[in-house]
Structures are given as C-alpha cells and as structure tokens.
C-alpha cells in the first residue's frame, strides 16, 4: 500500500489489511485463506498471557507453526516481486 502511496490503517488485522490490497491489485486475493490462518495466530503469539484456545486447537503445533511460517514467508515474496516490477 505504502508503495502505491496509499495510506494504510494501524491495525493488526491481516484479513482487512488483505482486502485493502485486493483494491489496489487483485492479485493479493490468492492470499485470503493464507492471510485468515496467520490472522488467527496474532494475539496468543504476541500476548502470551492472553486466553488459550483462541484458536480452535489452541496455541499453533509445530506443524501448523511451520505452515503458517511458509504462509508468511510467500506473502514477503510475492509483495518483494511485485515491488521489485515497479
């Protein structure tokens, strides 16, 4: 957003963060679901004292951690390339 010189709002919420791109290029919305499942991860991640079972599981196994660091890894990759062809 910030490198099509729009600005963007201070939220943790990567789901509206997501949409918000969709407008600018539709090729983010192949990010949905990847973006609902890091979205989901936020606050026991970041809040370790926050209620447990904020999840449907709980707090990420190491299988679902390494998913949703795959997830987050080609989101950097594909923002990278689309701001390296501009």
């Excluded at 192949?30 to 979205?39: D, E, P, R, S, Y």
């Excluded at 079972?53 to 950097?76: C, F, H, Q, W």
Aim: charged share 25%; hydrophobic share 35%; net charge positive.
């Amino acid at each position: 957003m910030i490198h099509n010189k729009v600005s963007s709002p201070r939220t943790h919420n990567l789901v509206e963060l997501i949409n918000l791109c969709k407008k600018i290029d539709s090729s983010f919305s192949g990010f949905m679901v990847q973006m609902a499942t890091l979205n989901q991860y936020y606050a026991p991640t970041r809040y370790p004292d926050a209620i447990v079972g904020i999840t449907p599981e709980g707090m990420p196994s190491k299988e679902l951690s390494r998913k949703a660091l795959n997830y987050a890894r080609d989101i950097v990759v594909f923002c990278r390339d689309e701001i390296d062809k501009n």
